[in-house]
């Protein structure tokens, strides 16, 4: 390894084996009560909660420690029925012919259409962003790497950390994306890659059945 500056690892726990499995077990079993949500109520949520869930997404990985994500938080009630309607212009055009029977066929199990109410019930709406350049300190104008992946991964730990806090969120990608940019304030450089809905359960909230199907360990895993 070549010659860096580093700091210490900060210390794991020193679990027992049972106490390890334990813990991914007691995890699994959190993470899956984690359902997509269609039906928010309009309750306020606190702004420190979404920032507590933000500052988690950005501890995530990223290529060369670039963090290349911006996460543009809208909660104001103009912005986000102007959300809603742009993106179900787009949403009409894909249900109407610009996405092909089968892909309509794949999501008729789960209810979706056209209409989205959702993006300006739910207190807060996430954008998110990839950063094709920029790196760790402010200005900086560098080639970022692996975007795609590293704005993934975080967006992982941003879902993991709102359920954890109580709330239920869906990830929502109208197809083109960019009026998010104009919407946001953001760069024409950076690309929009989904929209995190982010609130309350509403009291008569259901999920479709055939979302609680979930693969077993044998068909998403191998062991070489």
Known sequence: MKDHATVPYEALPDL???????????????????????????????REVIEQAILAAGTAPSGANHQPWHFAVIESAAKRRALRE???????????????????????????????PYLEIAPYLICIFGQRRGG??????????????????????LIAALHA???????????????????????????????????????DATIPLHATRKKPLDRIASWL
């Open 136 to 157: 760790i300190d402010p200005g900086d104008d560098k080639q970022n790497y692996y975007v795609t992946e590293s704005v993934g991964i975080a967006t992982g730990f």
């Open 165 to 203: 806090a109580g709330l239920a969120t869906l990830t929502h990608t109208p197809n083109p994306m960019k009026f998010l940019n104009a919407l946001c304030n953001r760069p024409a450089s950076e690309k929009p890659m989904m929209v995190l809905v982010v609130g309350k359960v509403a009291d």
């Open 16 to 46: 027992s084996d049972e106490d390890r499995i334990a813990r991914a077990s007691a995890f699994r079993d959190a993470i899956a009560t984690r359902h997509s949500c269609r039906m928010f109520c309009d309750a306020p949520v606190p």
């Open 86 to 116: 742009a993106a179900e212009v787009e949403e009409r055009e894909f249900y109407a012919g610009k996405a092909s029977r089968e892909w309509i066929d794949a999501l008729a199990p789960l209810g979706t259409d056209d209409d989205k």
